[in-house]
């Protein structure tokens, strides 16, 4: 009986030798292994792949596919035969993320946390399992679920809340229940992204029976949820949030609007496929865009390279990188206007006083 450390060295051993029945014979060990540990849902997976296999190579999607993570085999809503869940293969990295240095440091721990669970187990302890990631929009909540699946070599199945919400009396909650009972057959990421659509405060006024009911069940399900699996809830409306949700949760992250310094780093990462004018002093820049969220400084960065492209420019001038700056400023202003519910100005137009 060899541990799995041995088996996982035989089998990356046996993949750089291309020594296919040594790779069969320590992939059998591995599974037996989990199988030792009850895991068995793991080991039937495998075992299935193995056998569907025959040596034959397979890319990641029918990988995938074979696992049972493809869009065919997630729970359906049962009148409307919509998906609940969207599967994917993530491909956003950590490393590619600009996040605050608590942040950082949170989810570092939480993948060490998470690798380490084997041992935590013969202690008898659980690694964090529910993460509950809040702040302003665009401020990088979804793309970090996304990496943090990547990071565990788990796939990320986004609970799709347009198909789970249904209109039928309490089949909302049996789809959560549905989507639950699913994230329990094998190890993934679980994302419920905006969650405050079903997570709003018990009390909220407009609320109806059917969604206090929603809420409460959500909450016994995420509370008596034990599995390998890795729940995250991300939300913008925090404050809306009922207050019993927030203690069922083993960390809350909260990635708040970037700073200057974080703003020049973005900038930094973005322009780095073009050149840029000596004349533009980006960490100049970077200071007047504090307030902007990541998505914005996004935006306005590839804004401003479209436009250098098009233009057959060698390398961002200052004048694209300014409009490109007055465009996003013009676009916040309209999106702030519009979530006010004020009217606008038909003379709303990006001003023209430049990046100072
Ligand atoms: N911390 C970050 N580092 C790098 N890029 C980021 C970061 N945050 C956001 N972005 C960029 O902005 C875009 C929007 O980010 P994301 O979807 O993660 O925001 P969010 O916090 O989930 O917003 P919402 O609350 O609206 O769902 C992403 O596609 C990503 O490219
Ligand atoms: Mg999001």
């Known amino acids: 009986m060899i541990t799995s450390a041995e088996a996982m060295r035989m089998l990356i051993v046996a993949h750089f030798k291309g020594d296919e029945s040594a790779f069969r014979k320590a992939a059998e060990e591995y599974i037996e292994g989990e199988r ?102 665009g401020c990088g909540k979804t793309v970090a679920a996304e990496a943090l699946a990547r990071e565990l070599y788990l796939p990320l199945a986004t609970v799709r809340f347009d198909a789970v919400v249904s209109s039928y009396l309490g089949e909302t909650a049996a ?21 405050d659509a079903i997570g709003k405060h018990r009390t909220a006024e407009d609320e109806h029976g059917e969604l206090k009911r929603v809420v409460n069940s959500f909450l016994q399900l995420l509370d008596s949820f034990k599995s390998e699996t890795l729940t995250i809830a991300a939300t913008n409306h925090q404050g809306l949030l009922d207050p019993a949700l927030w203690r069922r949760f083993d960390e809350i992250l909260y990635f708040p609007k970037p700073d200057s310094k974080q703003i020049l780093d973005h900038l930094t990462r973005l322009f780095r496929q073009i050149g840029l004018s000596h004349a533009i002093k980006l960490d100049h820049v970077a200071k007047s865009l504090v307030g902007m969220t990541h998505a914005d400084v996004e935006r306005l960065a590839v804004d401003a390279i479209k436009q250098t492209i098009l233009s057959s420019r060698e390398v961002v001038e200052p004048d694209a990188l300014q409009e490109a700056v007055e465009r996003q400023r013009a676009r916040i202003q309209v999106t702030e206007q519009s979530q006010r519910g004020d009217g606008l100005e038909p003379s709303l137009k990006p001003n023209r006083r430049g990046i100072k």
Not at 175 to 195: C, G, Q, S, Y
């Open 175 to 195: 789809n959560i229940r549905k989507v639950f009972d699913f994230a329990r057959t094998r190890p993934m990421v679980l994302f419920f992204d905006e969650f």
């Open 36 to 137: 030792r540990k009850n895991h068995h849902v793991l080991a039937n997976d495998l075992e299935r792949v193995l056998s569907n296999t025959n040596g034959s190579h397979k890319s990641r999607t029918e990988v995938l596919s074979l696992l049972g993570m493809t869009n065919g085999n997630v729970p359906k809503d049962k009148d409307r035969d919509v998906v609940l869940v969207d599967i994917c293969d993530p491909s956003r990295e950590l490393s590619g993320l600009i996040l605050a240095d608590d942040v950082r440091r949170t989810i570092d721990r939480l993948v060490f946390e998470r690798r380490g669970s084997e041992l935590l187990g013969t202690y008898g302890i659980r690694p964090a399992g529910k993460l509950l990631f809040c702040g302003p929009p």
